[in-house]
């Protein structure tokens, strides 16, 4: 059976009106006609600003494609495009930044109330201003442009793709960075506890911080993307001094109104554009690309913020800006349009908007020509696999063969790929990849690496649509594996890698693969010998260079290089190599994750090392904290609490666990309720108080403790139970039968939880449910080792109430003639006779449970079924040892005795008159035996023997009969 892909037809459920951009009309392009041919003017700008576009992101190099863009750019401009393309982004780094910035003398540094973005901003315009022409300030603003891509692409190399620098390298781009802040901190005072070096960092990470959310503090060489955003912004928007500045949405171009987004007029009001130049003005409107590398720029600062959803709004509403007027770009190329689609709707992803990209996505394959079917053929997954099973497949093919496609299909410029991590051929079962029956399913159609970035947004698609659980995993397996078929680029492939690795996580059989391919995709960022590369020509002969690994990185989601060791890191410590992952963690600087690693490998003293190193150098309340946690010492709380200005919850939280321990109760309860005050979404710790007032009795705290809970984490079972106990301890078992239900519905594996439910059933006499609540504790005593003491696990007293009540029920619908509620009795009183039995197989030494049998058969009208419950009744019971003596239990023997004897008086015939003479005569010696002094035997002993004296009677009474008659 095919199973289709979710519908490209969104037509309902998503609404891109507001985003010109998602809503392109290609009805009237014609993808395989030659273009028009412009003037020559706006001819030379198409080619510079058509090559500015795909610069780096192709596999051919455009002076190759186009040798007329030598003679419209210039031999300067043109150098910086092939260093560009030979991954050089350095050396126009250094080069143009000389030129751009060697030419303002007068702004060699930041006065005390400027900012790094208003100076860079301002050497941009006033060196496109101080053209001599309209054409020389458009050629600046080419040469500023490939300034901000060279920047660019430095940081993604430095952060996302590597390799990493050489150290000769990095000692030069250190050297430029530091040369940079000499400039912009030159005339400024600088405090003597901080280097120049760490204040110019901090004023970068400062200003890439947007709507309160802070800038990821280990990214490497932040000044090169705060370079890029505002050489980006300021030749994309002019009119606008910096990104924390928005626009009004009605002076948003509105896409809609054209029928094709390229062919817009704009719409530039003369009051944005005060104070700017008319070359500036120019210079921008006529370099689009700039745009498109602005939006590109505006998603990789908001992949730095610290937060795992970002909803501020200004970087969406620059980008929705950037996008909106994309003026004069044509779409003569189904490989652009799709491609820069493509990137739209990643860009929809990473900002979380409405549909994550899901319509953007399928018009990329739509436009790309990419024809996709989910479906399933049978087949093998494991080596010794005898019969072929379904197994999901993902079938690709192209249905047309355009400029774009051509430009990157079949292209693959070296054979250098990510490591390959295969199955284990000796102890794995696993295939590198499933074998179809039919061989049709085994090959495949050669896909362009546009159309394998497509299959991967479609895959992402997946994983935003649907819960994480094993049918979302197997869809996105098979698109995966269809994209890992091909290997002709090195980013694409690893994206493959990392995805499957990620889901292969969870399986036991491929887990251990799947760690060890993660580590290689770390690996390859850096060259130094490491366990999967551990020789140079793997580490640097066989690495990609930068500009293959960059080259299709913004039409794939990638993780950066920190967020990928941290990943690993988690992974390492779940499974318990805790030492490893806290070195990669202190590679991230993820010190609290450092020091409970070392706690966790018994390394106390180097996990308090690197606390004092951290405290020593800057400190904090988390430090101190931590500190604390490794020498159980509370002046180190207090301390955190200190510097914190008792803002620090998780300190108050330490305390109160302390004190908890010590046995302050009191104590603790007012530092956790501090801590609460602070930071109430604090489940564990709500947790922790409820537990603590219930030891105090305080009731009603405790409630609304555990409610706090189970509002936060409705999934938390032990606190739904604990929600019930304390209704339980109120008397108040009609709250605490929802709470009950809850509990077992996250967790039936807790005996207590059942234990409660057979209470609070019995309490509202829903005898069914306390019979399955029974029936469970019975499971329980069954799984309980040798000697462990279960008879908590089901009480005489609570079979004996649901027997009780579920007959007073049976008799009571007798009565009424309800013949709906007779069928419900009767339904319950075989309920009741299976439990009795499975009871009596499993306690047959337990003298109340043939107590309870015999009072059941009794009331339904077994009395057959009577005398054999008390016989084993009265066995049992003469079964302890001491019985004789110990005046409970032979009152009990006794009465049990009288009663078989009356059963036996009342069949009247001979045999069980004789029976029941020699019963009750032994139990009468046994008893006279035991009793040395006869004169202490209970009462109750004489009725036994007046019952004897009975029976002796009627039986001599029967014998004189008998005589008589013959």
């Known amino acids: 059976t095919t199973v289709p892909p979710p519908?490209?037809?969104?037509?309902?459920?998503?609404?891109?009106?507001?985003?010109?951009?998602?809503?392109?009309?290609?009805?009237?392009?014609?993808?395989?006609?030659?273009?028009?041919?412009?003037?020559?003017?706006?001819?030379?700008?198409?080619?510079?600003?058509?090559?500015?576009?795909?610069?780096?992101?192709?596999?051919?190099?455009?002076?190759?494609?186009?040798?007329?863009?030598?003679?419209?750019?210039?031999?300067?401009?043109?150098?910086?495009?092939?260093?560009?393309?030979?991954?050089?982004?350095?050396?126009?780094?250094?080069?143009?930044?000389?030129?751009?910035?060697?030419?303002?003398?007068?702004?060699?540094?930041?006065?005390?109330?400027?900012?790094?973005?208003?100076?860079?901003?301002?050497?941009?315009?006033?060196?496109?201003?101080?053209?001599?022409?309209?054409?020389?300030?458009?050629?600046?603003?080419?040469?500023?442009?490939?300034?901000?891509?060279?920047?660019?692409?430095?940081?993604?190399?430095?952060?996302?793709?590597?390799?990493?620098?050489?150290?000769?390298?990095?000692?030069?781009?250190?050297?430029?960075?530091?040369?940079?802040?000499?400039?912009?901190?030159?005339?400024?005072?600088?405090?003597?506890?901080?280097?120049?070096?760490?204040?110019?960092?901090?004023?970068?990470?400062?200003?890439?911080?947007?709507?309160?959310?802070?800038?990821?503090?280990?990214?490497?060489?932040?000044?090169?993307?705060?370079?890029?955003?505002?050489?980006?912004?300021?030749?994309?928007?002019?009119?606008?001094?910096?990104?924390?500045?928005?626009?009004?949405?009605?002076?948003?171009?509105?896409?809609?109104?054209?029928?094709?987004?390229?062919?817009?007029?704009?719409?530039?009001?003369?009051?944005?554009?005060?104070?700017?130049?008319?070359k500036m003005l120019y210079a921008s409107d006529l370099l689009q690309s700039t745009k498109l590398w602005s939006a590109r720029a505006v998603v990789a600062h908001q992949r730095l913020l610290q937060v795992k959803s970002y909803e501020g709004k200004t970087l969406y509403e620059e980008l929705i800006e950037l996008f909106h007027n994309k003026e004069g770009l044509d779409v003569d190329e189904r490989y652009f349009a799709s491609r820069i689609i493509l990137e739209w709707g990643l860009a929809q992803h990473h900002f979380d908007y409405k549909d994550k990209g899901k319509k953007t996505f399928f018009q990329a394959a739509d436009v790309s020509g990419l024809k996709i079917e989910v479906t399933g053929a049978t087949g093998k997954r494991t080596r010794f696999q005898q019969d072929a099973k379904a197994q999901m497949l993902v079938r690709a093919t192209t249905s047309l063969e355009s400029n774009g496609t051509k430009d990157d299909k079949n292209v693959s410029s070296s054979n250098l790929l990510p490591k390959h991590i295969d199955h284990d051929q000796e102890d794995g079962v696993l295939l590198e990849r499933v074998q179809f029956e039919n061989e049709a399913d085994n090959q495949f159609e050669e896909l362009s690496m546009l159309h394998q970035a497509v299959l991967l947004s479609l895959c992402l698609d997946v994983k935003n649509e649907n819960p994480m659980d094993g049918l979302t995993s197997e869809i996105m397996m098979a698109y995966l594996e269809r994209v890992l078929l091909q290997h002709d680029d090195w980013m694409i492939y690893s994206t493959g890698l990392l995805e499957r690795a990620w889901l292969e996580c969870e399986k036991s059989n491929a887990r251990e693969r799947a760690i060890l391919q993660i580590q290689a995709l770390v690996d390859q960022h850096t060259q130094r010998l490491t366990i999967t590369q551990s020789t140079f020509k793997a580490a640097v002969e066989d690495s990609a260079p930068p500009q293959q690994r960059l080259r299709n990185l913004h039409i794939i989601v990638y993780p950066p290089r920190w967020s990928v060791l941290a990943d690993l890191a988690e992974r390492y410590a779940k499974m318990g190599i805790v030492t490893t992952a806290a070195e990669m963690y202190t590679e991230v600087e993820m010190w609290d994750q450092v020091v409970e690693c070392y706690r966790r490998a018994g390394k106390e003293k180097l996990a308090e090392d690197v606390v004092r190193k951290r405290l020593e150098i800057a400190p904090t309340p988390r430090m101190w904290a931590a500190l604390g946690d490794i020498l159980n010492d509370p002046s180190y709380y207090e301390k955190a609490l200190e510097l914190s200005n008792n803002k620090f919850s998780t300190a108050f939280v330490a305390l109160g666990r302390y004190y908890f321990e010590k046995g302050d109760l009191p104590k603790a309860v007012n530092l956790l309720q501090k801590s609460l005050v602070l930071k109430p979404l604090s489940a564990h710790v709500w947790f922790l108080l409820g537990t603590i007032c219930m030891r105090l009795e305080d009731w009603t705290t405790a409630l609304k403790a555990f409610s706090e809970v189970v509002q936060q984490e409705p999934e938390e079972g032990d606190a739904w139970g604990n929600v019930a106990a304390v209704h339980m301890r109120n008397k108040n078992p009609g709250k605490a039968y929802p709470a009950l239900l809850e509990s077992l519905k996250q967790n039936r594996n807790n005996w207590r939880v059942w234990v409660s439910k057979l209470y609070v059933c019995i309490d509202l006499m829903k005898y069914d449910e306390a019979?399955?609540?029974?029936?469970?504790?019975?499971?329980?005593?069954?799984?309980?080792?040798?000697?462990?003491?279960?008879?908590?696990?089901?009480?005489?007293?609570?079979?004996?109430?649901?027997?009780?009540?579920?007959?007073?029920?049976?008799?009571?619908?007798?009565?009424?003639?309800?013949?709906?509620?007779?069928?419900?009795?009767?339904?319950?009183?075989?309920?009741?006779?299976?439990?009795?039995?499975?009871?009596?197989?499993?306690?047959?030494?337990?003298?109340?449970?043939?107590?309870?049998?015999?009072?059941?058969?009794?009331?339904?009208?077994?009395?057959?079924?009577?005398?054999?419950?008390?016989?084993?009744?009265?066995?049992?019971?003469?079964?302890?040892?001491?019985?004789?003596?110990?005046?409970?239990?032979?009152?009990?023997?006794?009465?049990?005795?009288?009663?078989?004897?009356?059963?036996?008086?009342?069949?009247?015939?001979?045999?069980?008159?004789?029976?029941?003479?020699?019963?009750?005569?032994?139990?009468?010696?046994?008893?006279?035996?035991?009793w040395f002094d006869a004169s202490q035997i209970p009462d109750f002993v004489g009725e036994l023997e007046s019952t004897l004296l009975r029976v002796q009677t009627i039986i001599d009474e029967s014998k004189a009969g008998e005589s008589k008659g013959e």
């Open 7 to 278: 519908s490209s037809d969104c037509s309902s459920g998503f609404d891109d009106a507001d985003v010109g951009f998602a809503n392109i009309d290609f009805s009237g392009v014609n993808f395989e006609e030659e273009t028009y041919d412009p003037s020559p003017g706006i001819k030379k700008i198409s080619i510079i600003d058509r090559t500015l576009m795909q610069l780096g992101c192709s596999s051919f190099s455009a002076l190759d494609l186009c040798p007329a863009l030598l003679e419209n750019v210039g031999e300067e401009a043109a150098s910086y495009i092939n260093c560009i393309e030979n991954g050089e982004y350095f050396n126009v780094l250094e080069r143009a930044s000389s030129r751009l910035f060697g030419e303002q003398n007068e702004l060699t540094s930041v006065n005390d109330d400027s900012i790094i973005c208003d100076y860079v901003r301002g050497v941009i315009i006033s060196s496109i201003s101080n053209a001599k022409t309209n054409d020389e300030a458009f050629m600046r603003a080419v040469e500023i442009q490939m300034l901000g891509i060279s920047a660019f692409n430095l940081f993604l190399q430095l952060n996302y793709t590597g390799p990493a620098l050489s150290s000769d390298m990095e000692s030069k781009v250190n050297s430029w960075v530091a040369k940079h802040s000499e400039n912009l901190y030159g005339m400024k005072e600088i405090d003597k506890n901080e280097t120049r070096k760490e204040k110019f960092r901090q004023e970068v990470i400062s200003e890439l911080s947007v709507d309160g959310e802070l800038c990821c503090s280990i990214v490497d060489k932040p000044y090169f993307i705060l370079l890029a955003r505002i050489i980006f912004h300021t030749l994309a928007t002019p009119q606008k001094s910096n990104w924390m500045i928005s626009i009004s949405p009605e002076k948003i171009v509105d896409a809609t109104a054209s029928k094709s987004l390229f062919h817009e007029e704009s719409k530039s009001t003369s009051e944005l554009c005060d104070g700017l130049s008319e």
């Open 771 to 930: 019979i399955q609540a029974c029936n469970e504790l019975l499971v329980f005593r069954s799984k309980a080792k040798d000697g462990e003491d279960v008879s908590h696990l089901l009480e005489e007293k609570c079979v004996r109430a649901i027997v009780g009540g579920i007959i007073m029920s049976w008799e009571n619908a007798n009565t009424s003639c309800d013949t709906a509620a007779i069928d419900s009795a009767n339904r319950s009183l075989g309920r009741l006779d299976g439990l009795l039995s499975k009871i009596s197989s499993t306690l047959k030494s337990e003298p109340w449970i043939w107590e309870s049998y015999a009072y059941y058969h009794e009331k339904c009208g077994k009395s057959s079924q009577v005398l054999d419950d008390l016989l084993k009744m009265h066995r049992c019971l003469q079964a302890v040892d001491g019985w004789e003596l110990d005046s409970v239990k032979l009152e009990k023997v006794c009465k049990v005795a009288i009663q078989i004897a009356n059963i036996y008086l009342e069949a009247g015939d001979k045999g069980n008159r004789t029976k029941c003479k020699y019963m009750l005569n032994s139990l009468v010696k046994k008893i006279r035996t035991a």
